[in-house]
């Protein structure tokens, strides 16, 4: 046979690009058209595919027959063999089981599941592609199903000549999950797409270049999407790439050479670009790193590792909030703001994790300052909103921060740990617009939650007639993390309405003198003190406790509250008149 020699350059960039929303005969999508086009949107405008190269079939153009035509159109002899071919596909796709293991099969707009030669068997486009000259084809499936069989011919982490990838033969394919998977139609991190694609778009805006390097391979998007979508707190999927035939590359922009300078490429070219190196993201290896966690808190001797752990989560963590998932300049609708509370909830879940087990052991200056140290960390965003937009994003920016008050101080309240619950209520950044004054953190993000308690909160589903939309929220979402990690059984509600009395306690004390009038934030105990619990309620409960021992109280000797007893006395008889103006009954 003779063998086929390729350049180190592209001819020209084709693409077939499906995406189904509306099925005749099963259940509808919501976001796969509007995926298929943003996705055809970015390689036209990002890499230099022509927009006459790229086929589009949405809905009902998407019929077995279209979608077969449109592919085999690959196999004529107008294709180069330098050529580039991307398929995408978004949609339904169903799983059989033989006697030769699973059958994957896709779902055009046409699919009867009952009618099996209604489907499309992946096999199909396998044993197609080899009609097809072109040196490089990358498939890009966002459905579930079984049968694909996979290699990794690039090793994770090795190095390779770019000149040597985009000369050889390679035949690659990125799932977004596997036969026994649900993929999810939303809940990402862009609103109006994918789970699956909301990191994809992600990626191929530039965060899934190499290291060192502004070049983007097949290999570093789907390594990128690996470690993406496996650990988002949303997904239940496990991407699943690898290589069909070949051991060559598919580069997105073969005119960036690995310094970043776009320059043409040229034959021979040997720039040299590294792989990343995958890492685990399976459930089972989620418990293990939180395993590793406790014990790198307990012994002084790991400090280093914790903190480089810590600082790698709240890199992540800043360039999630700054991302277009954020976007301020959008206008806001029940919708968007249901999926951005979501987000916020998920981006913060790993340093939440960390802050919980910290505030559970601490005992140290160091972990103290940790503690400090992201409630910092995650407050510069928020503090340098971006500039325009509507005000609502800005505020919802701190909502990461109040879960991570809440999450921590439930956690040091579980040991009586009161060290830890001064160090993170008192944690200092600079007050808006005023670089020269500072003020505790958690006073501005209760303010900046006050502005939006029923622009965002009593807009979420199921939320519009409660009292305390976002305490309640935070009551139910936090309670199966803190019981995984904590244990806390039925002491759990106990120890969220003490925390929601203290803070604000503590916000009465830092903000007001007490013999003017009080304004404190409305949580759970609120609508406890002043609906049908108003016998036995947080609020009375924490006054009469701290009345039983006075001095020493542990507020008192802890130096959470300043002043004596009689201050306190001030303080609550205050707080009870203020309780009794709120229009919750």
Avoid at 100 to 121: E, H, N, Q, W
Avoid at 211 to 219: D, G
Avoid at 286 to 291: A, G, N, V
Wanted: hydrophobic share 35%.
């Amino acid at each position: 046979m003779t063998k086929t020699f390729y350049s180190s350059n592209y001819h020209s960039s084709k693409a077939l690009i499906i995406g189904i929303d509306d099925y005749q005969h099963t259940k509808k999508l919501d976001n796969a058209v509007n995926d298929a086009k943003a996705l055809k949107d970015i390689l036209v405008q990002n890499f230099l595919f022509d927009e006459e190269d790229v086929c589009l079939l949405l809905d009902g153009d998407a019929t077995k027959e279209k979608i077969e035509a449109s592919f085999m159109d690959f196999s004529k002899v107008s294709i180069d063999l330098d050529d580039r071919i991307l398929f995408f596909f978004a949609g339904h796709g169903h799983t059989l089981s033989g006697r030769g293991g699973d059958t994957g099969f896709l779902m055009p707009v046409d699919a009867d599941i009952s009618k099996r030669a209604s489907m499309i068997r992946w096999d199909y486009f396998t044993r197609s592609s080899t009609l097809i000259r072109a040196k490089h084809m990358l498939f890009i499936i966002d459905a579930c199903y079984g049968g694909t069989a996979l290699s990794r011919s690039v090793s994770s982490g090795s190095h390779r000549l770019m000149g040597d990838m985009i000369s050889r033969l390679s035949y690659q394919i990125l799932t977004s999950g596997k036969a026994d998977e649900s993929v999810s139609d939303g809940n990402g991190p862009r609103d109006g797409h994918s789970l699956f694609m909301g990191h994809l778009l992600d990626g191929l805006e530039g965060r899934a270049t190499l290291t060192n390097s502004n070049v983007m391979t097949a290999q570093s998007l789907m390594s990128y999407m690996y470690s993406k979508v496996g650990a988002d707190a949303f997904s239940d999927q496990t991407p699943h790439y690898g290589h069909l035939e070949g051991d060559g590359d598919f580069i997105f922009n073969p005119s960036q050479n690995a310094e970043g300078q776009d320059e043409p490429q040229v034959e021979g070219q040997q720039s040299l670009i590294q792989y990343p190196i995958d890492q685990d993201y399976s459930k089972e290896s989620q418990l293990i790193s939180q395993e590793k966690l406790n014990r790198l808190i307990v012994d002084p001797v790991n400090r280093i590792e914790l903190e480089g752990h810590i600082d790698k989560m709240l890199r992540d963590y800043i360039l999630e909030i700054e991302s277009s998932q954020f976007d301020p300049s959008i206008e806001p609708n029940d919708d968007l703001i249901n999926l951005r509370v979501s987000r916020c909830h998920a981006i913060v879940k790993p340093l939440c994790t960390v802050g919980v087990l910290i505030s559970k052991w601490a005992d140290t200056d160091y972990q103290f300052y940790l503690l400090q140290k992201i409630i910092k960390r995650i407050s510069d965003p928020a503090i340098n909103p971006t500039p325009g937009g509507y005000t609502i994003w800005s505020s919802l920016k701190w909502y990461p921060i109040t879960i991570f008050y809440y999450s921590s101080g439930i956690s040091a309240l579980s040991v009586n740990n009161f060290k830890v619950l001064k160090s993170i209520l008192e944690a200092q950044i600079p007050v808006f617009n005023y670089s020269d004054l500072e003020e505790p953190a958690f006073v501005q993000q209760l303010e900046q939650m006050n502005e939006i308690w029923e622009s965002v909160f009593k807009r979420l589903p199921d939320r519009e007639r409660q009292f305390v939309p976002m305490s309640e929220l935070l009551f139910d979402q936090l309670q199966s993390v803190l019981d995984e990690l904590l244990f806390l059984g039925s002491d759990y509600e106990k120890l969220f309405d003490l925390f929601e009395v203290l803070t604000s306690f503590y916000y009465a004390y830092h903000t007001k003198d007490p013999s003017g009038d009080i304004w404190v934030s409305p949580g759970r105990y609120a609508y406890k003190h002043n609906g049908h619990f108003s016998e036995h309620n947080p609020l009375d409960n924490f006054i009469k406790d701290v009345g039983k021992v006075n001095e020493d109280w542990i507020g008192f000797k802890s130096k959470l509250f300043p002043g004596t007893t009689t201050t306190f006395d001030r303080y609550a008889a205050k707080i009870k008149e203020h309780m009794k103006r709120l229009p919750i009954h």
